[in-house]
């Protein structure tokens, strides 16, 4: 199974050499911030998962938006079209920081932003290509608000093996931080120096 995915890894190697590479790491500039789309995986086995992660790379001094955007502010908004025997989770957020804003109090990202989505493919998904669309529309602030909007699309090799891509040393970290945000339904209280998730038996405060 190993000389496979060996065999697998090369011959990919060799298509990201010999043809332009950008389907597993997509790039878009917009006028204040950089969209990059990453997945975790260089090619996914039918009925196997993946991660899909959206970094906002902000310019200095901009940000943009946590799904609670506080007293301003928009949260981003995904849209998906995906192949038939491919579904998509809700798009899931990172712990936010508080961002005091003039008299305002609003909850989002300085510098990088990442968002993640889950991917879970069918058995009877047989396509050779998993070729998915992503509309990703988001807001920056600094003195100003600026809307920005990305359409990517993803073309993801199907093979006999699921195999892990460079960039998933990226990812699963970012997944495991909002694996650590309580998936029950839980009290939030925001105030101006934190944001508290508490249950009866967790209590945490995102600074």
């Known amino acids: 199974m190993k000389i496979a995915q060996k065999i697998i890894a090369s011959l990919l190697l060799f298509f990201c050499i010999s043809l332009p590479c950008s389907a597993l790491h997509l790039t878009e500039q917009k006028s204040h ?15 196997d998962s993946f991660w899909v992660m959206f970094h906002v790379a902000l310019k200095p ?48 990202y300085q510098n990088d932003a990442y968002y993640l989505i889950h991917v879970q493919t069918q058995k009877s998904f ?6 998915a669309t992503f509309t990703f529309n988001w807001v ?47 009290e939030i209280k925001t105030t101006e120096h934190q944001i508290a998730i508490t249950d009866p038996t967790h209590a945490k405060s995102l600074k």
Do not use: R
Request: aromatic content about 6%; hydrophobic content about 35%.
């Open 33 to 47: 911030s950089t969209l990059h789309l990453l997945t975790d995986v260089d090619t996914i086995k039918s009925g």
């Open 126 to 131: 047989k396509q050779n290509t998993l070729n």
């Open 140 to 186: 920056v602030c600094e003195d100003v608000c600026v809307p920005q909007s990305s359409v990517l699309q993803l073309a993801l090799p199907q093979g006999p093996h699921t195999l892990q891509s460079p960039e998933s040393d990226l990812i699963l970290p970012k997944v495991n931080a909002w694996q650590d945000i309580p998936s029950y339904p839980v």
């Open 61 to 108: 001094g901009w940000y943009t938006y946590w799904e609670n955007p506080g007293e301003a502010g928009l949260a981003p908004k995904l849209e998906t079209e995906l192949p038939s025997g491919v579904k998509a989770a809700p798009l899931q957020f990172l712990p936010p920081s508080i961002l005091h804003v003039a008299d305002m109090v609003e909850y989002g």
